[in-house]
């Protein structure tokens, strides 16, 4: 059994792909999701398991888990990491777009909770943590049924907070700004710090809300996005 375990989904390039190295360097076990083979390549690279799937199938979802027992015994740290869902203008968006998102960001988070959540509690505790984006509390045109969902998302996870939080399980959401694991160079200037951010930086603040160095933090949407967004 291992000491320790981190579970990750879109875990197969980017943010995800670079938490796992992150947690796994901080001795963690990890277990892979995403729907490539990259997560295969990429567990065996640190001595965890994968599992291809993606975060909007109930069966995905559950078959990670399951390995992850198996393998391991134990859940300490998940984190749900998922792409945009289609993008467009406003109202063109289809319902079956809107629908699709919905599975996506908020669904897969939901039912990723009913999963773990036993576990963790019999564990005695346990660290949830959404990647959601900076654009969740200040909305963009440019993603918007991403916006919309990732905005629930921080509902949920404030919701999720005051019901578990007497059993030791801790769930935020990490606020990402336009990172290099995207071709967003462009978008450099928007920053208070006037560059984009590298995913390593992305992993460590994950990796912070994930272990144990952020024990009195809950319900919260950290922002990682080099002082993009302008509210106090």
Known sequence: MA????????????????????????????ALMSPSERCEVLAEELGGVARRGVAQRAEDLKGIVDLAMARFGRIDAVLNHTGHPPKGDLLEITDENWDLANEMIVKSVVRMARLVTPIMVSQGGGSIVNVTTYAAFEPSLWFPASCVYRAGVSSFAKLYADRYGPQNIRMNCLMPGFTDSLDVG????????????????Q???????????????????LRVDGGITRHV
């Open 203 to 221: 992993a460590k603040a994950a990796a912070f809300l994930l272990s144990d160095d952020s024990s009195y933090v809950t319900g919260q949407s």
């Open 186 to 201: 462009k978008f450099a200037d928007l920053p208070a710090l006037k560059r984009i951010a590298r995913v390593e930086e």
């Open 3 to 30: 000491d320790k375990v981190c579970l990750i989904t879109g875990a197969g390039r980017g943010i995800g792909a670079a938490v796992a190295r992150e947690m796994a360097g901080r001795g963690y076990s990890v």
